[in-house]
């Protein structure tokens, strides 16, 4: 069963925009991980944040995770067409377990 | 980081016959997780293998319907069964590397039932 859900389930912003994507998962974790698909394919890790962190930044990437509202989000700034993908946040519940899947976001960058 | 090798990256497959797909890793690891991803779908966790024990299944799914092998610590399989049109997936295998608390996976095994 999927652990959390995301929002929006699609988004289609113009170039260079902002995009944000938010995940809300049910139980305590150890860290949550955003990952990205493209065209249905293998999976690219992009950041991974622990429970006891609150923001994480990695180049274009921000991250942040808010524990007390089981919730995290996504911003990735200055969209580019290479950004269009499949966008899935993924919880663990300790330090060396399974993983489980939100629904995903899908994003469209408009040229 | 690990790197993961999964075959075949994909088939076409008649109702009622059985697929098997294998995942090399580079290193030792000692979880091995399979996953399903339908149509436009998130990934869903079949099962977890490990190495000399029997894999431990997600509810919904049985062994006998995707029975799976980790005959040691860097391969494994999992079987899809008596296949039907539902079946039809992308089905990834992941490692967990206790180098990195990050997850790794394969490029993916995409089905079709036919």
């Known amino acids: 069963s999927q652990q959390g859900e995301e929002d929006p389930q699609a988004l289609s912003i113009q170039e260079g925009e902002n995009a944000t994507m938010n995940c809300s998962y049910k139980?305590?974790?150890?860290?949550l991980q955003w990952y990205r698909q493209n065209s249905g394919r293998g999976l690219v890790h992009l950041i991974l944040?622990?429970?006891?962190?609150r923001e994480k930044h990695s180049g274009r990437l921000r991250v942040t995770l808010d524990t007390s509202k089981k919730s995290s989000s996504l911003l990735i700034t200055a969209s580019r067409a290479a950004d269009t993908a499949s966008y899935f946040c993924a919880t663990a519940y300790s330090s060396a377990s399974k993983i489980i899947f939100g629904s995903g976001t899908r994003l469209s960058i408009r040229p | 980081s690990a790197v993961i090798s999964q075959k075949p990256s994909r088939d076409i497959c008649q109702r009622g016959t059985s697929l098997t797909i294998q995942c090399q890793v580079d290193s030792q690891v000692t979880m091995m997780f399979w996953y399903r991803q339908q149509p436009g779908q998130s990934l869903t966790l079949i099962a977890t293998a490990n190495q000399g024990s029997e894999a431990t299944y997600e509810s919904g799914f049985v062994i006998d319907k995707f029975p799976i092998s980790r005959p040691n610590l860097t391969f494994s399989t999992l079987t899809v069964s008596n296949m039907s049109p539902e079946d039809s997936s992308i089905y990834l295998c992941?490692?967990?590397?206790?180098?990195?608390?990050?997850?790794?996976f394969g490029q993916g095994t995409r089905l079709t039932v036919v």
């Open positions: 944040i622990r429970s006891n962190e």
């Open positions: 992941s490692v967990e590397d206790r180098r990195s608390p990050q997850s790794f």
């Open positions: 139980t305590s974790i150890n860290n």
